[in-house]
């Protein structure tokens, strides 16, 4: 059994124990989540999908940590002109276990 969520706007697909990475969301670690913007759930090989989104469909998880990615470097070059900007940007996620799949 698998679902389609969707959260900071990107969707994954998720099943019951798997640990995921999504962008940051203000709960504290041990905090529980449900997500109602489910986009499709199969059962048994059968699929159920919304119209955007599966009525009375749920998947509840658990905030296991906050944190930051890795470092991406941002650099601007023009040349001939002296100009070189050089600036680095770490995106912050919250990884989260899904507990239930409902719906």
């Known amino acids: 059994m698998?679902?389609?969520?969707e959260t900071?706007?990107?969707?994954?697909?998720?099943?019951e124990g798997d640990v995921i990475r999504v962008e940051?969301?203000?709960?504290?670690?041990?905090e529980s989540i449900k997500f109602e913007k489910v986009l499709l759930?199969?059962?048994?090989g059968k699929l159920n999908v919304g119209k955007p989104y599966v009525e009375g469909a749920s998947v509840d998880a658990v905030v296991?940590?906050?944190g930051k990615?890795?470092?991406?470097?941002?650099f601007k070059f023009k040349?001939?002109?002296?100009y070189r900007r050089k600036q680095g940007?770490?995106?912050?996620?919250?990884?989260i276990k899904i507990e239930k799949i409902s719906g």
């Open 79 to 82: 040349r001939k002109e002296d």
């Open 24 to 30: 940051k969301l203000e709960k504290a670690q041990g």
């Open 89 to 95: 940007h770490r995106q912050p996620y919250t990884q």
């Open 64 to 66: 296991d940590s906050q």
């Open 2 to 5: 698998y679902a389609i969520i």
């Open 8 to 15: 900071g706007g990107k969707q994954y697909r998720v099943q």
């Open 41 to 44: 759930i199969s059962n048994e």
């Open 69 to 74: 990615a890795r470092k991406i470097i941002v």
